[in-house]
Nanobody, 129 residues
């Protein structure tokens, strides 16, 4: 069982940057692929980014590609989401999630909520125009 705790959210202006962190309690953190999702009011939760177990491979939603960077520090059991050039449409609750599948999951499943076993409680990001 893993517990995930996000932090780093806040209220910023358009064009600003934020860095989200997600700390995991599991000693097996390095065996999990990790993802970030977000959910805006009245909308479904959507995929933002994913990072492989080693950190060597990353994947992004088209809406954040070139602006957001996902990274991880397995020694600290932490995954990060650096968000630059923020836009009002980035306003949402951001969640980190752990994929405990030990095999190689197909990229078509990276954005499926069911691919992730553990979820954090979320952190609010609000971008004003």
């Amino acid at each position: 069982q893993a517990q995930l705790v996000e932090s780093g959210g806040g209220l910023v202006q358009a064009g600003d940057s934020l860095r989200l962190s997600c700390a995991a309690s599991a000693r097996t953190f390095s065996t999990y692929s990790m993802g970030w999702f977000r959910q805006a009011p009245g909308k479904e939760r959507e995929f933002v980014a994913r990072i492989s177990r080693s950190g060597g491979e990353t994947y992004y939603a088209d809406s954040v590609k070139g602006r957001f960077t996902i990274s991880r520090d397995n020694a600290k059991n932490t995954v990060y989401l650096q968000m630059n050039s923020l836009k009002p449409e980035d306003t949402a609750v951001y969640y980190c999630a752990a994929d405990t599948f030990r095999g190689n999951r197909g990229s078509s499943d990276f954005g499926h909520l069911g691919s992730y076993s553990y979820w954090g409680q979320g952190t609010q990001v609000t971008v004003s125009s």
